[in-house]
């Protein structure tokens, strides 16, 4: 059996349907690591079942392997998830399944079945009738229908409408479509171009007022999403109809069951489902799309980024970490592919440093965790890559360094313990809630004020918006106007006075301007870095990455404006955008 697959070491690659069928075979255990394509096994754990191997010496009783969900269909329930999930086969059924890198339950597991092996060869014990563990869950899908390949997934637009955008009601649209059990395939917020606008609203293209609408899409924030509902259960919001588990229990016709090769249960549309939520007003939706291409004209990296999951979660090195060996554990999170957005050092308070250690509480040495974690600054940090959650908590491995020291000594918590202090020197956010809370409060959002000037093309506009997004920034709020005298005084209101002012309103009445609100941490002064010296000349010699190194033509045409400071910025907000009511700002 091991020649006929490839392996790596220790774990056997199970890559598609013939070769898992095949691994089913095996005489003894065989625990396989259930893994996504977009984030890979879990390397973590890959010590602990190397030092049971050793240990147990049962070549013929215990086998690894490690299986890519997306590519076999068995495990088709199992894609899109976050966590690893860990199944346990014994003689080809699978006796037990473990969600997430927890080591001493897997350790356990591992050695309970293995001497349970001993004892049914060694004739001690009868082999038990196990229960083989189902992949669904019992009120989504027939259990049978894992024996057929996957349909093709249909797809469905979602544009929510600038003035929706404007209201902030992006988020409440998100959260009720994901309650409603769609899953959200990719998103991106950004000004419509003339031509996208036109593909997408072809069939109102010859309504009177055309043109009108599109200089309102294009001119202002839309939020684009993809949705798929492909695999999609009843949803729980549609009470008329069947109950789900009373209708899984009747019988197919046996033509029906030779017709259709998976059972897709009649559900509302999303259309339908907005309307009964009364949001259909804030957004446009084309429904029953299976043609890529048609998605592509709205986000062009679709077929790149659909049903990856960037994930932002806020980590933090104790003092004790931070003040010795900082630049090493950066290093190591960048080389597993995350992104640092933001970093500060904060000298944590007794309360957040008691909310941070809460699951210490009933140890002994919570008291003495506690001082240390007021005992100077601390480094947070705001990390973000695909499944950033569920990687994290696998890099960094157990709270307790004793634990982690046995079973996962390759993890952070081990490779960077501290001597007297017996908790793991990282911390990591439980869930995206949790970390979405905390980001908030050790990085309040701050407001500034952004200018793309009107010599900039469009194409080059669209450059500099995927750097302010790259950057951390969130556009909050955009317009798009002819700035004259009246209006560029609202944003150049101190320098109104100076002799070379006429000159910047004779650029500014060229063409129209961009106007927006960048939101993070820290945004005044992190934009102002970002755009560069004043000069383009003096951009591309001190700072060549720089947006006006890059864009700019002369001193007047820079290709963007930003705010000095933090009262110029809410100025300039309050008389360009009148309606706009900062939220969690943060207070300097």
């Known amino acids: 059996?091991?020649?006929?697959?490839?392996?790596?070491?220790?774990?056997?690659?199970?890559?598609?349907?013939?070769?898992?069928?095949?691994?089913?075979?095996?005489?003894?255990?065989?625990?396989?690591?259930?893994?996504?394509?977009?984030?890979?096994?879990?390397?973590?754990?890959?010590?602990?079942?190397?030092?049971?191997?050793?240990?147990?010496?049962?070549?013929?009783?215990?086998?690894f392997a490690v299986a890519e969900a997306d590519s076999i269909v068995t495990l088709q329930p199992f894609r899109d998830k976050c966590e690893p999930v860990f199944l346990f086969s014994v003689n080809g059924t699978i006796v037990a399944k473990i969600q997430g890198a927890n080591a001493p339950l897997v350790n356990q597991k591992i050695i309970a079945l293995v001497n349970e092996e001993r004892k049914i060869a060694a004739g001690e014990m009868v082999r038990p009738q196990y229960h083989?563990?189902?992949?669904?869950?019992?009120?989504?899908?027939?259990?049978?229908?894992?024996?057929?390949?996957?349909?093709?997934?249909?797809?469905?637009?979602?544009?929510?409408k600038p003035d929706a955008v404007a209201a902030r009601k992006v988020q409440e649209i998100k959260e009720k479509i994901i309650k409603a059990e769609f899953v959200i395939e990719a998103e991106d917020k950004k000004p419509l171009t003339e031509e996208q606008v036109k593909h997408f609203y072809s069939q109102i293209v010859d309504q009177p007022d055309f043109e009108d609408f599109v200089s309102f899409m294009t001119r202002n924030l839309s939020y684009i999403?993809?949705?798929?509902?492909?695999?999609?259960?009843?949803?729980?919001?549609?009470?008329?109809?069947?109950?789900?588990?009373?209708?899984?229990?009747?019988?197919?016709?046996?033509?029906?069951?030779?017709?259709?090769?998976?059972?897709?249960?009649?559900?509302?549309?999303?259309?339908?489902?907005?309307?009964i939520q009364q949001i259909s007003q804030f957004c446009d939706v084309e429904e029953n799309i299976t043609n890529t291409k048609?998605?592509?004209?709205?986000?062009?990296?679709?077929?790149?980024?659909?049903?990856?999951?960037?994930?932002?979660?806020?980590?933090?090195?104790?003092?004790?970490?931070?003040?010795?060996?900082?630049?090493?554990?950066?290093?190591?999170?960048?080389?597993?592919?995350?992104?640092?957005?933001?970093?500060?050092?904060?000298?944590?308070?007794?309360?957040e440093a008691k909310t941070l250690c809460k699951e210490y509480e009933n140890k002994d040495y919570f008291g003495n965790v506690i001082e240390n974690m007021?005992?100077?600054?601390?480094?947070?940090?705001?990390?973000?890559?695909?499944?950033?959650?569920?990687?994290?908590?696998?890099?960094?491995?157990?709270?307790?360094?004793?634990?982690?020291?046995?079973?996962?000594?390759?993890?952070?918590?081990?490779?960077?313990a501290i001597e007297g202090l017996p908790i793991n020197q990282l911390y990591g956010s439980d869930s995206l809630e949790a970390a979405e809370r905390e980001i908030q409060h050790f990085f309040p959002p701050q407001h500034t004020v952004a200018l793309i000037k009107p010599h900039v093309t469009q194409e080059q506009r669209e450059d500099i918006m995927k750097i302010i997004k790259e950057t951390g920034f969130d556009i909050t709020q955009m317009k798009e106007t002819?700035?004259?005298?009246?209006?560029?005084?609202?944003?150049?209101?101190?320098?109104?006075?100076?002799?070379?002012?006429?000159?910047?309103?004779?650029?500014?009445?060229?063409?129209?301007?961009?106007?927006?609100?960048?939101?993070?941490?820290?945004?005044?002064?992190?934009?102002?870095?970002?755009?560069?010296?004043?000069?383009?000349?003096?951009?591309?010699?001190?700072?060549?990455?720089?947006i006006r190194a890059q864009f700019g033509k002369n001193i007047l045409k820079n290709a963007v404006h930003g705010a000095s400071n933090m009262e110029e910025a809410m100025e300039t907000i309050s008389r360009m955008f009148e309606d706009f009511v900062p939220e969690n700002l943060e207070e300097n």
């Open 132 to 160: 083989e563990i189902a992949f669904v869950d019992s009120d989504s899908e027939d259990a049978g229908e894992l024996n057929y390949e996957s349909v093709d997934k249909i797809y469905t637009i979602v544009i929510i």
């Open 482 to 546: 002819l700035l004259i005298e009246e209006e560029a005084e609202k944003i150049y209101f101190k320098i109104k006075r100076k002799a070379f002012y006429k000159d910047v309103l004779d650029v500014l009445a060229e063409g129209t301007s961009l106007v927006m609100i960048l939101t993070k941490w820290n945004a005044v002064s992190d934009w102002r870095r970002l755009m560069g010296p004043t000069d383009p000349e003096e951009a591309r010699l001190l700072s060549p990455d720089s």
């Open 294 to 351: 048609f998605i592509d004209v709205l986000i062009p990296d679709f077929k790149k980024i659909r049903g990856i999951k960037f994930e932002k979660i806020l980590a933090l090195l104790r003092p004790a970490l931070a003040n010795e060996r900082t630049e090493d554990v950066l290093n190591k999170i960048q080389d597993e592919g995350f992104k640092i957005l933001l970093q500060r050092q904060i000298v944590l308070s007794e309360e």
């Open 1 to 63: 059996m091991a020649g006929k697959k490839r392996e790596i070491q220790l774990q056997a690659v199970i890559n598609n349907q013939s070769l898992w069928d095949e691994m089913m075979q095996n005489k003894g255990l065989t625990v396989i690591d259930v893994y996504q394509a977009w984030c890979g096994p879990c390397k973590a754990m890959q010590t602990l079942f190397r030092k049971l191997k050793n240990e147990l010496n049962e070549d013929e009783l215990l086998h």
């Open 374 to 416: 007021t005992s100077g600054p601390s480094l947070a940090l705001v990390l973000v890559r695909e499944n950033g959650l569920g990687h994290w908590k696998q890099l960094i491995g157990p709270s307790n360094v004793e634990e982690a020291k046995e079973y996962l000594p390759e993890c952070l918590c081990a490779q960077f």
């Open 225 to 275: 999403l993809v949705v798929s509902q492909a695999k999609a259960k009843q949803p729980s919001w549609d009470e008329s109809e069947v109950n789900s588990e009373t209708e899984s229990k009747e019988p197919w016709d046996e033509q029906q069951e030779m017709a259709k090769p998976s059972r897709m249960k009649e559900r509302k549309s999303l259309q339908q489902y907005l309307e």
